[in-house]
Nanobody, 121 residues
Framework: QVQLVESGGGKVQPGGSLRLSCVAS????????MRWYRQILGKQRDLVAS???????TYADSVKGRFAISRDDAKKTVYLQMSSLKSEDTAKYYC???????????????WGQGTQVTVSS
């Protein structure tokens, strides 16, 4: 089984920064695209940022220029550097990775349990 564990959430003042991390563990053949989502209580889960195996990144318009996604494949980790945080960034942040369990297996998306980010003075 593949497990993802996020860390780095917490409470920060508006204008502050946080770096989220998500590390994968378990048995698998390869990890491909990695993504961060966020969810405000009672609302749908929205895509924040994604990164491909080649390092191509995409961002939601609301975070462009403020957030940066990166990956370290040797450490099986994806990061989300968040800067100039606003109150509207308050949400639970989830990482997801597309994992292939074996060479012939299909890609499956695995999710972490989430980490809470609260932006408040």
């Amino acid at each position: 089984q593949v497990q993802l564990v996020e860390s780095g959430g917490g409470k920060v003042q508006p204008g502050g920064s946080l770096r989220l991390s998500c590390v994968a563990s378990g048995s698998y053949y390869s990890i491909e695209d990695m993504r961060w989502y966020r969810q405000i209580l009672g609302k749908q889960r929205d895509l924040v940022a994604s990164i491909t195996t080649l390092g191509t990144t995409t961002y939601a318009d609301s975070v462009k220029g403020r957030f940066a996604i990166s990956r370290d494949d040797a450490k099986k980790t994806v990061y989300l550097q968040m800067s100039s945080l606003k109150s509207e960034d308050t949400a639970k942040y989830y990482c997801t990775m597309d994992v292939r369990r074996s060479l012939s297996a299909p890609l499956n998306a695995y999710w972490g349990q989430g980490t809470q980010v609260t932006v408040s003075s």
